[in-house]
């Protein structure tokens, strides 16, 4: 991939890219420290950290109209999900920081005459309004959560607003019915010439979030709903959105693994012994908007199925699940080296008469990519009654089944299964063999809404449909970059699952024709080489993994900039550098250049 500027979108010219360019380690730092040279370049980040500007206009729009003076909104897709993120406000916030808060619900005008279509991706949009105090905890909420609305929902809601159809739910109707929209080809910003994510090709920075209202083409949010994937070679009718959740969840079942006719009346019968169960059905997965909102959904629900009790984070986890255990319902304890010690001490604590809600762990972890003794866990929870929830993120369904071994599977559909770096989701898998299924089945039913976009669907199922090939590609390139790392003599130390202590533990998982995944980290025997090799590394370079084509990260900057002691007492180094391998034909090369950079840098330490 050719240089990004720096605070481009990656991939450049997208709208709703999931990742931004931060290609040298000082601009890392910079985005880490609020420094502006970095953060007034950016035009996107990732999207639960960086708030979207299609998010940012919107925001602003109903603040002005229905706002009072200092306020300012967070947007999320319902009542509840905004009624959740104003009880957190009130929990975390300081009594100062408490005034002015409010929740308001848009929906459509009754009054107007809409077409049918747009009632069935239901584009409610919930705003809580606040004084800038209490941003800070609302912004937690958003982060931690991932409730917050997507960019594609805000963007089309947005237009609904500037035209007065969506209103507050309590408002009385006073404008005239809408003439019926004559339909064409369709929607004119899906007829100029245009980047793969709606960006005009000729502007790459152009925000089509700050057009003038008056000038915006808002009519056309109705028409999107079916014209919208003209960069496919043909439009896909809204109404086909369910067939499109359902291809996803068979896909992720792994059932379905050739393409799929979308527009067929009903779709081929699902067998019920997928990934190693019996009785295994499509409805034992769920689909939300991002992976983060999967685990945080997944414990709301369990904290439903039993007293409230501490949750366990097992191994170095990815930042915010530790923060969700930490900051809703009672707590956690947290075992970060994931090792045969840390279970000999949780055995310990359960034999003494301790109880816990569930586990959580990845498989394998995120930066250190190493598996937790999932058996163990198993028998240690069918013996002391907590329920296993394990992230196969990183692993995915096709090189490992952890599924037998936990009672609930989440993954952020964000990575691998979409690739593209161009729409957010997530899954929530049930083991319907699991002592807890039917708990946890019920639980789901108080708990989850059903807030996955309809647009973000319909990307996400078009890009997972090559999912499986594109697995085994990333599998076998990311084989090549730890041959070439482990031979080199700068390089201190290459974390993968096949060359991890504990590839036992992922061996006992993985699947006959898996492989080891497409992320690994290295370590290089300075910080001045990693440092040189990070800024001569000619992939993209920035946040998120997952994607079609490399993208680097210095993970510990950006993830643990806060933290980087605590990090290290855990055996992650702060110049740590993570790899998400994609399928270029000649990274050999490429990191064979960069290696010759750290070589010829001063050892400085």
């Known amino acids: 991939m050719p240089l990004i500027d720096l605070g481009d979108s990656i991939p450049p010219n997208t709208a709703h890219a999931v990742s931004v360019s931060l290609p040298t380690w000082k601009s890392n730092v910079g985005y880490e420290e609020g420094e502006k040279w970095v953060v ?56 100062p920081a408490q005034a002015d808060l409010s929740v308001l619900h848009l929906v459509l005008d009754s009054s107007k005459k809409t077409p049918d279509s747009l009632h069935l991706v239901s584009p409610t949009i919930s705003a809580v309004l606040f004084l800038g105090d209490a941003y800070p905890f609302a912004k937690q909420y958003w982060q931690h959560s991932g409730d917050g609305v997507s960019s594609r929902r805000a963007e089309f809601c947005h237009g609904l607003f500037r035209d007065d159809i969506l209103v507050p739910e309590r408002r009385s109707p006073s404008s005239p019915h809408l003439a019926q929209q004559k339909l064409r080809r369709g929607p004119k910003r899906y007829q100029r010439g245009s980047s793969i994510d709606g960006i005009n090709g000729s502007d790459g920075n152009q925000d089509t979030s700050s057009l003038d209202p008056a000038k915006s083409e808002s009519a056309d949010s109705f028409e999107s709903l079916r014209f919208l994937e003209e960069r496919f070679g043909r439009n896909l009718d ?25 527009s067929s009346k009903s779709l081929p019968t699902m067998e ?31 904290l439903k199925t039993r007293e409230p009790r501490k949750s366990i984070n097992f191994g170095f986890p990815y930042v915010d699940t530790l923060k969700i255990l930490q900051k809703f319902g009672p707590g956690a304890i ?27 762990c990845e498989f394998p972890g995120n930066p250190l990519l190493t598996c937790p003794d999932l058996e163990r866990i198993r028998k240690l929870a069918d013996a002391y009654d907590f329920v296993v929830v394990v992230d196969e993120t990183i692993g995915t369904f096709v090189n490992v089944n952890v599924l037998p071994f936990a009672d609930v599977v989440v993954s952020s559909l964000t990575k691998i299964f979409s690739g593209d770096c161009n729409v957010m989701g997530g899954s929530i898998v049930l083991n319907s063999s699991g002592k807890f299924y039917q708990t946890i089945k019920s639980a789901m039913g108080d ?14 199922e078009r890009n997972s449909r090559d999912f499986k090939s594109r697995i085994d590609r990333v599998n076998a390139n990311a084989e090549i970059i730890c041959e070439v790392l482990n031979a080199h003599p700068l390089v201190n130390k290459v974390y993968y699952p096949k ?27 300075t910080k001045a080489q990693a440092i040189a090799f990070y800024d001569a590394l000619e992939t993209a370079k920035g946040p998120s993994l997952g994607t079609n084509f490399t993208l680097t990260s210095p993970y510990v900057i950006l993830a643990h900039y806060q933290e980087l002691d605590w990090a290290a007492s855990f055996g992650v180094d702060p110049n740590l550098l993570r790899i998400s391998v994609g399928l270029e034909d000649d990274l050999r090369t ?16």
């Not at 905004?82 to 406000?89: K, Q, T, V």
């Not at 010690?341 to 569930?358: C, H, T, V």
């Not at 490429?590 to 330490?605: M, N, R, T, Y």
């Open 499 to 525: 060359y991890n202590d504990t590839r036992p533990n992922y061996e006992a998982c993985r699947l006959p024709s898996g492989g080891y995944g497409g992320l690994l980290s290295c370590t290089l025997k």
């Open 590 to 605: 490429v990191f064979g250049k960069a290696l010759k950079a750290a070589e010829a840098c001063e050892s400085s330490g």
């Open 272 to 302: 019920s012994n997928a990934r190693g169960l019996t009785n295994f059905r499509e409805d034992d997965i769920y689909l939300v908007p991002c992976g983060m909102n999967a685990i945080f959904t997944t414990h709301q629900a369990l």
């Open 238 to 262: 809204m109404s086909l959105v369910n067939n499109a959740k359902s291809a996803i969840r068979r896909r992720i079942a792994g059932v379905l693994t050739t393409d799929l006719d979308l």
């Open 40 to 95: 007034d370049t950016m035009i996107t980040g990732y999207p639960r950290f960086f708030i979207h500007k299609s998010i940012q206009a919107f925001c602003a729009d109903i603040v002005a109209k229905y706002g009072h003076p200092g306020q300012q909104a967070m947007l999320f897709p319902t009542r509840r999900t905004a009624e959740r993120c104003l009880d957190f406000i009130r929990e975390k916030a300081p009594k």
């Open 447 to 460: 708990v989850f809404e059903d807030n996955y976009w309809a647009e973000d669907v319909i990307f996400m």
């Open 334 to 360: 947290f075992y970060g080296h994931g090792s045969s010690a840390d279970l000999d001490d949780l055995e310990s604590r359960l034999k003494n008469g301790e109880r816990y809600l569930a586990l959580f």
